[in-house]
């Protein structure tokens, strides 16, 4: 019994778990560079995430949608499968009342591919401190402002989390 303990804490199955990402909650972001399906230019945008003070801990996401692919193809075999989701590219915490930082929103899905590659912001909040195991919920981002463009969140308490993006 000890072992199994051992385990579990070694490579930490006991931390807190997030519920599946809801694209409804989220809100779309996209690349200002049209997709020219010859090359994948990425547009670099500055962003800058703050906290209100509250009781529980609040998070932005920026994840990317991957398709169902085999990044490393021996023919006879595929040694890094990836499997079809959403996958985080940024986030910032209300451990830090302020974040920035630059992100790459690349405007094909892939280098020579026509399709616009899709992002999308999303908001958490875990009641109780920043290190509780609890479960992060999500909670619905609205975008208040084009120009300069915000994206802001609430928790169930009412403390806010803001983020904004500067685009050059």
Not at 111 to 122: K, N, P, T
């Amino acid at each position: 019994m000890g072992y199994i303990f051992a385990f579990f804490l070694i490579f930490g199955l006991g931390h807190a778990s997030r519920e599946p990402l809801d694209q409804a909650k989220s809100a779309a972001l996209r690349s200002r560079i049209p997709c020219d399906g010859q090359t994948s230019p990425a547009d670099n945008v500055l962003v800058k995430a703050t906290f209100s003070s509250g009781d529980f801990a609040r998070q932005f996401l920026v994840s990317r949608f991957q398709k169902d692919t085999c990044e490393i193809n021996l023919k006879v075999r595929c040694l890094h499968h990836v499997k079809e989701g959403w996958y985080e590219m940024w986030s910032a915490a209300s451990a830090q009342p302020s974040t920035a930082g630059t992100l790459p929103l690349s405007a094909c899905y892939a280098w020579g591919s026509s399709e616009a590659a899709q992002y999308v912001v999303s908001g958490w909040y875990k009641e109780g401190a920043p290190a509780s195991k609890l479960e992060w919920r999500q909670a619905a981002v609205k975008r208040i402002s084009a120009q300069p463009e915000v994206y802001e969140f609430t928790d169930p308490k009412g403390a806010t989390a803001r983020l904004e993006i500067e685009r050059r």
